[in-house]
């Protein structure tokens, strides 16, 4: 099973931008679609968006973050990242990547309690403030 780690995350101002990574071990990471979550305490978790496995060509993201963030995946260094733009203080979360082999599943791990995504990472907090 491979295992996640997410890094990257910190104090950025808004307007500013981060880019988070998550490092994959135990297993290549091109043999899973990737998701990148975020959750705020005391709220639901929801979804960043999701890149497929292998070459990565199809991605799907939250409407709200669409043109802000963008997923990317480079197999070779068993990683997927995470660019943030035009960062807001309401995008202060934890975030988190997560693993499966269905690109389907990670799209609808927050809406559908029947999910069970196979692996997820500890998280790493972004915090966006002036």
């Known amino acids: 099973q491979v295992q996640l780690v997410e890094s990257g995350g910190g104090l950025v101002q808004p307007g500013g931008s981060l880019r988070l990574s998550c490092a994959a071990s135990?297993?290549?990471?091109?043999?899973?679609?990737m998701g990148w979550f975020r959750q705020v305490p005391g709220k639901e978790r929801e979804l960043v968006g999701v890149?497929?496995?292998?070459?990565?060509?199809?991605?799907y993201y939250a409407d709200s973050l669409k043109g802000r963030f963008t997923i990317s995946r480079d197999n070779a260094k068993n990683t997927v990242y995470l660019q943030m733009n035009s960062l807001k203080p309401e995008d202060t979360a934890v975030y988190y990547c997560?693993?499966?082999?269905?690109?389907?599943?990670?799209?609808?791990?927050?809406?559908?309690?029947?999910?069970?995504?196979?692996?997820w990472g500890q998280g790493t907090l972004v915090t966006v403030s002036s």
């Open positions: 135990g297993r290549t990471v091109s043999d899973y679609a």
């Open positions: 997560a693993a499966d082999p269905t690109f389907h599943n990670l799209v609808v791990a927050t809406t559908d309690k029947d999910i069970s995504v196979e692996v």
């Open positions: 890149i497929k496995r292998r070459s990565g060509a199809s991605t």
